[in-house]
């Protein structure tokens, strides 16, 4: 064993390497294990530098002020921007425009606001529920921070609010421990791309209400929506006591690295706290770049943004019509992402971990398995028995991303992974 091992905290020997950083490394043609954006304003950043440039010539004595470490929780200009947006767009109740801006959290990325929510509320064992799959950045970070995951089951339109209910009592019961957070993506998750009925995030919240959850919602997806968009759980949340809502500016503008989340009071101090630890603070130029952006072009640049993803995910839609076996998978509202998973038990013992490696890899095909989209260690509930069992995983499932690769490519790509699945799944 390396010497070096000895010195590494418990929680690296619990979390693996990341399933999605490992598949990074595979240059396949038929890429469909990404989840970048592949669609962004390009142009438009190198044009806000340029006013930038400007201004920075004209007003050097102010740049040495403006441009120096920030607030932790984020520039005001930006979070004014941001706040006038949510008030706008998502409808949120508990901000009335950008007056309220100092309840907008900004972070670097979203993933980083998700993290310090867990970190900030999680002790030792505290139970986490989540969907079964669930966003891997997720599930992996509840394990990081010494969280238990118990995972709840999804159909179509995502998690089921009467299972929700009954694994928070039965997992409580089971460990004799609180469950202190519920997770949800309501737009188009990740990774199954289901969106939930109003009908059904009403019902959870006022489960979350009943039984003293904080709900996570994850909106990582909300600006990728392809209709209308349905108001989120955080509209039900009037006193802002309930509910976090994390947003992220990464899909549909990639570089600016920038999560900007909505939390209660309580918790917004908290996460202030945990944030001066991880960085001091966000970058201000990346902040004034993305107000300039969110104040002047996001506008005018989203709707073709968002008009070419659907003409992505339609492509890989009638493309896995066409050619995949029977199975379960939802048509995506929105997002970046097809779940495809077989039918019955199927779905927990083929195996699209080596199918990966043994049959696509050499057909120049990547997917993401299912296994990737679980805890390294945790429980599920049950709904049949109504109990919670040990982790079971949908190993038959897997994410087929349409974000990243050329029309052409995803279509020939879902094809013949189609093709190659039809072939493969009858004899295992
Ligand atoms: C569901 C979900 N939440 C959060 C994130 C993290 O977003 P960010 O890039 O802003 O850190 C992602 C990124 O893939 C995601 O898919």
Known sequence: MDPMRNVLADWTKDVPESEIRRLLKSKTKYYLAGGLPGILPTKVFPKILQELSEYYDSNEQNVINEFQYGQTAGDPGLRKVLAERIHKNDRINCINGSEDWEKVFISTGSQQAIYISLDIVINPGDLVVTPSPAYLGFVTAVVKVGGHVVTAPTDSEGLIPDYVEDTII???????????????????????????????????????????????????????????????????????????????????????RIGYTLMPDILFAEAEKAKGYLDLCTPTLTQRVAEIYYRKYINQYLPKIVKEYKENKDIAYKALLDTFPEGDFANPTGGFFIWWQPKGEKAFTFDVANFNDKVLLPNEVLVVPGKAFYPPKGHSYDPEAREIEPLKVIRGGMRIGYSFVSKELIDEGVRRLGKLLSEQIEFS
């Open 170 to 256: 039965k997992a409580e019961k089971e460990f004799g421990k609180k469950v202190k957070i519920l997770y949800v993506v309501e737009d188009s998750d990740n990774p199954t791309g289901t969106t939930l009925p109003l009908k059904r995030r009403q019902q959870l919240y006022d489960i979350a209400e009943e039984h003293d959850v904080i709900v996570i919602c994850d909106a990582a997806y909300k600006e990728m929506q392809f209709g209308d968009k349905i108001p989120s759980m955080k509209t039900f949340d009037k006193e802002n006591n309930r509910v976090i809502y994390a947003s992220t500016t990464s899909k549909e503008a990639a570089p600016l």
